[in-house]
């Protein structure tokens, strides 16, 4: 029983979002068993907009919640996965192309990978921006061979092109440093919204091609991915935070009524379709507010319609819009709007459905993003564990460096 108690290990995402900050800690026994422990968020103390206005403050927050994850597992936490908000991200496609030999073919060799896809980062990033992550999405090989890997195949010529999802570089290094003084490392960085895809997208969805969609607080992100990588990616500027604001704006109340109506009363349905008769009770310090349903739903749907305007131009204009065959998977807080899912599926023509945890952990779709960030933490991990257990020896690198050098030049 011992023996199975030190084989679990604990790992630890960090979700820094410009509305909610989230915390969770997974337990991995194998490959196979992740078990979520704990989750705990809270209103995001210190961030405004994009950027942290008060360390002090994000740091007490970061402390209180990582430490109440680490209570109610029982277990300390060292260090964290770290993730951004859609928000701090930008997407750009970069390509590169190096010359392999003079005359002749050549076998194509881990160093001409790595030196063509460094090659594609460096002309793709500004001098202020830093790489997020750095997603190769095909190669081709004398203009006309194209190749997922192109490993071991001949070739005078390689070209890549990659998808970088880049961010500030000083907005990272506060983050980092905010987590730093709550007493925290970090293992690694990343989009939020892109490692719940490990959550709630299987082999299959990512093989087929799909579409997830992450309504946050105040950006949707919406990524396409087909033949196992993400292949496209956007960013609209809509989240839960327009129904509210368009709440307190129509129904001339303030924005915690408005967040209370949302929360309670609202939906996305459309108004032939929607029960509209009769008022809803707002309690106040001097009674209850009396409003009507149909104010509510004409407030919700202006906005509604305005998310799926985007959405239909965003999904229908994507070059892989005819390779989704899954179609639509949602997660974040927005998807929960009764009647959003069967409103996007009328305008996209793609089935629809809620993201639900694979591997067995139990989760709804608004904390995927931050189990996402557990889970990588334990994959960053495996990965260090298995270089760690496995190094070259002397004669390994002197064969791989003799083989390389003869790829090279014969």
């Known amino acids: 029983m011992l023996k199975k108690l030190k084989q679990m290990k604990y790992f630890c995402g960090l979700d820094l979002g410009t509305h909610t900050i989230k915390a969770s800690l997974v337990c991995v026994r194998d490959e196979q068993n992740l078990d979520l422990l704990a989750v705990a968020e809270s209103p995001s103390i210190g961030i405004r907009e994009t950027s942290i206005n008060d360390i002090s403050e994000l ?3 970061i402390t209180r919640l990582i430490a109440e994850v680490s209570a109610k597992a029982g277990v300390r936490v060292s260090a964290v996965t770290l993730g951004v908000s859609s928000d701090m991200i930008s997407g750009r496609y970069s390509e590169a192309v190096i010359p392999l030999i ?6 194509i060799s881990r160093y001409d990978v790595k030196r063509l896809d460094d090659q594609a980062k460096m002309l793709g990033t500004a001098l202020e921006e830093e790489i997020v992550h750095d997603i190769p999405q095909s190669y081709k090989i004398d203009d006309v061979n194209l190749a997922q890997n192109p490993l071991g195949l001949m070739g005078r010529k390689l070209q890549v092109k ?4 880049l961010a500030n570089a000083v907005r990272l290094r506060n983050l980092t440093k905010a987590v730093h003084q709550a007493g925290y490392e970090v ?13 709630v997208l299987s082999d299959a969805l990512k093989s087929d091609g799909c579409v997830l969609i992450d309504i946050g607080a105040n950006t949707t992100t919406v990524m396409f991915f087909h033949n196992h ?8 500027p809509w989240g839960g935070q327009n129904v509210t604001q368009g709440l307190s704006g129509r129904l001339s109340v303030t924005l915690d009524i408005a967040e209370e109506i949302k929360k309670t009363h609202a939906i996305a349905t459309d108004k032939e379709r929607a029960d509209l008769s009769g008022d809803i009770l707002i ?4 009674g209850f507010l009396p409003i009507s349903r149909a104010s509510v739903c004409e407030a919700v749907n202006w906005e509604i319609e305005n998310l799926l305007t985007h959405l239909e131009t965003v999904i229908k ?10 179609g639509v998977v949602m997660i974040g807080g927005g998807s929960l709007l009764p009647g959003l899912m069967e409103r996007i599926e009328q305008r996209t ?3 629809v459905s809620m993201g639900v945890a694979t591997n067995g952990l139990n989760n709804p779709a608004i904390y995927a993003t931050v189990i996402g960030l557990a889970q990588r933490h334990y994959v960053r991990n495996k990965q260090k564990t298995i270089d760690l257990k496995s190094p070259l020896t002397i004669k390994d690198k002197i064969v791989g460096a003799v083989q390389d050098l003869c790829q090279e030049y014969f």
């Open 229 to 236: 990588r993400l292949g496209d990616i956007h960013f609209i």
């Open 283 to 286: 309690k106040r310090d001097k």
């Open 162 to 165: 990659q998808l970088l999802l």
């Open 317 to 326: 204009g994507s070059g892989l819009f005819n390779e989704m065959s899954k």
């Open 187 to 199: 293992d690694d960085i990343s989009l939020s919204s892109y490692t719940a895809s490990d959550v």
């Open 59 to 61: 740091g007490h927050t």
């Open 102 to 107: 003079d005359a002749g073919t050549k076998v």
């Open 349 to 351: 023509n793609l089935t």
